[in-house]
């Protein structure tokens, strides 16, 4: 089982990043997958969420009208197109999978499967 995130890096202020998380190793098309990252010193934030079937999603506040979650379930992957970044976007983002269920917790106990995360950083 792996999921593998991609796609961060360095960019400005208002600038834009996609993220992926390519899912392997299971049924990825009946698990809810979450969005999660963790800023330097500080503790996780729960960032999103994608129900199994991407009809339904969710968005912390903190991103809400600028970040926005998808899914390909023939691809087995995942995405998080960020828009208008700003400093305070700045983390390790990680995806996370959670059999028949949409979880909107950061803790990482709670999902059965859990990446090795991707930098974004936003600076100008």
């Known amino acids: 089982v792996q999921l593998v995130e991609s796609g961060g890096g360095m960019v400005q202020p208002g600038g834009s990043l996609r993220l992926s998380c390519a899912a392997s190793?299971?049924?990825?098309?009946?698990?809810?997958m979450t969005w999660v990252r963790q800023a330097p010193g500080k503790g996780p934030e729960w960032v999103s969420a994608?129900?199994?079937?991407?009809?339904?999603?969710y968005y912390a506040d903190s991103v809400k009208g600028r970040f926005t979650i998808s899914r390909a379930n023939a691809k087995n992957t995942l995405y998080l197109q960020m828009n208008n970044l700003q400093p305070e976007d700045t983390a390790l983002y990680y995806c996370?999978?959670?059999?028949?269920?949409?979880?909107?917790?950061?803790?990482?106990?709670?999902?059965?499967?859990w990446g090795q995360g991707t930098q974004v950083t936003v600076s100008s």
């Open positions: 994608i129900n199994p079937g991407g009809g339904r999603t």
């Open positions: 190793g299971f049924a990825f098309s009946i698990y809810g």
């Open positions: 996370a999978a959670r059999s028949g269920a949409t979880l909107r917790t950061h803790l990482r106990g709670s999902y059965d499967y």
